[in-house]
């Protein structure tokens, strides 16, 4: 079924590998404390770690759109995970990286675009829907493993509390993203399951969906709710709330440095 598409059209683009570079890079500066200013390496590392992230996800609706029989993924790039080809680069590239600057969130980004028509099988198209968030998930539990497998203590301790960040970042993605919202990916996994008169009605709202979500993280409660989620999740990997803290503190570089014993040359 993949036999119609061309190594151009699955060559990985330099874009993304520049983006991997990046990740690389910073990491590597973060591990040895290389930089004069750690912040900003941690800064580096997770925004190319997220926007890489971003890349795998849309690449992984698009990879299962392919062998579900959308042979028109290919042509549109999809394929070489660039971020410029998707249908929304504001949606799930811009954005994103804003709200994780802003306020340390893994927003769920735009999709690519799915020709479903030519895709059957329900479970077919529940699969690509799913794929994205999955892709979070996996990505969230190759950054943990440190912890889960009990070597966290023999990692940096920068460098542990960027990777902390970075995974709370996936796990709230995947956590937003498979909510049954419409124009979320966890409505999507149910929406062939639904009848057609249910499924007219909802369509129009599917563009407020992720709109509708936010303001509801705005009330307090259930911004409490949902970050006791998170930190259970986090909790079960083996991170604590004071790894990812003091990762999100050192992100915000710009604010000065965290005053944490024994980094920096700081004394308790």
């Not at 590392?45 to 392919?66: I, K, N, P, Q």
């Not at 009605?201 to 709710?225: C, H, R």
Request: with cysteine; proline share 6%.
């Amino acid at each position: 079924m993949t036999t119609a598409i061309s190594r151009r059209e699955r060559r990985i683009s330099p874009v993304f590998l520049g983006l991997v570079a990046i990740m690389v890079v910073s990491a590597w500066a973060v591990w040895t404390d290389y930089s004069a200013s750690p912040g900003f390496a941690v800064f580096l590392f997770v925004v190319s770690g997220w926007v890489v992230s971003l890349c795998l996800h849309e690449y992984a609706h698009a990879r299962t759109a392919l062998h579900g029989g959308d042979l028109s993924i290919g042509a549109k790039g999809y394929l070489t995970l660039n971020p410029l080809k998707y249908t929304h680069v504001a949606l799930s590239i811009v954005l994103p990286v804003i709200f994780v600057i802003m306020g340390g969130i893994g927003l769920p980004g735009g999709a690519v675009f799915i020709e479903r028509h030519r895709i059957q099988g329900r479970w077919r198209h529940s699969l690509i829907s799913a794929a994205g968030p999955l892709t979070n998930v996996l990505f969230a539990a190759a950054l943990t493993a440190p912890f889960w497998l009990g070597s966290a203590d023999q990692v940096p301790l920068v460098f542990r509390f960027a990777l902390a960040f970075l995974a709370l970042l996936q796990v709230t993605a995947a956590i937003l993203n498979f909510l049954p919202v419409p124009g979320l990916d966890g409505y999507g996994v149910i929406e062939p399951w639904l009848s057609h008169r249910i499924r007219r009605q909802v369509e129009p709202y599917a563009p407020f969906g992720l709109l509708a979500v936010f303001g509801i993280l705005w009330i307090p409660e259930v911004n409490q709710v949902f970050f006791d989620a998170v930190d259970a999740i986090m909790r079960a990997m083996g991170v604590s709330q004071f790894d990812t803290y003091f990762g999100q503190e050192f992100f915000r570089f710009w604010q000065g440095e965290p005053q944490f014993p024994g980094i920096g040359g700081l004394s308790s």
